[in-house]
């Protein structure tokens, strides 16, 4: 049974600096691609950062620049540090994990197999 725990969100100022975790058990991390998926309130789930288990490293458009994905397969964890943030940065931030050795088409939800239950951040004006 793979789990994710997502943990780190929170409030912050716009300008601020924030980074989110994701503790990652049932499978062999360091060959699994993650992703970070992010929701605001009315609106769909959406892509914001991938890190392939070779990692290759993708980016939302409306992110790059501003927030780094790393992992550290020792510590089977995934990071989203988040800089710069700004008002429309604020939603519930999904981890999520692709079937081993598998990497998925880029921002396609669908082809990740495992979810975090999320985590807050929201960032004031």
């Known amino acids: 049974q793979v789990q994710l725990v997502e943990s780190g969100g929170g409030l912050v100022q716009a300008g601020g600096s924030l980074r989110v975790s994701c503790a990652a058990s049932?499978?062999?991390?360091?060959?699994?691609?993650m992703g970070w998926f992010r929701q605001a309130p009315g609106k769909e789930r959406e892509f914001v950062a991938a890190?392939?288990?070779?990692?290759?490293?993708y980016y939302a458009d409306s992110v790059k620049g501003r927030f780094t994905i790393s992992r550290d397969n020792a510590k089977n964890t995934l990071y989203l540090q988040m800089n710069s943030l700004k008002p429309e940065d604020t939603a519930v931030y999904y981890c999520?994990?692709?079937?081993?050795?598998?990497?998925?088409?880029?921002?396609?939800?669908?082809?990740?197999?495992?979810w975090g239950q999320g985590t807050q951040v929201t960032v004031s004006s």
């Open positions: 049932g499978q062999p991390f360091s060959s699994t691609s």
């Open positions: 999520a994990a692709a079937r081993t050795n598998t990497i998925p088409t880029l921002g396609r939800e669908g082809e990740y197999t495992y």
């Open positions: 890190i392939t288990w070779i990692g290759v490293t």
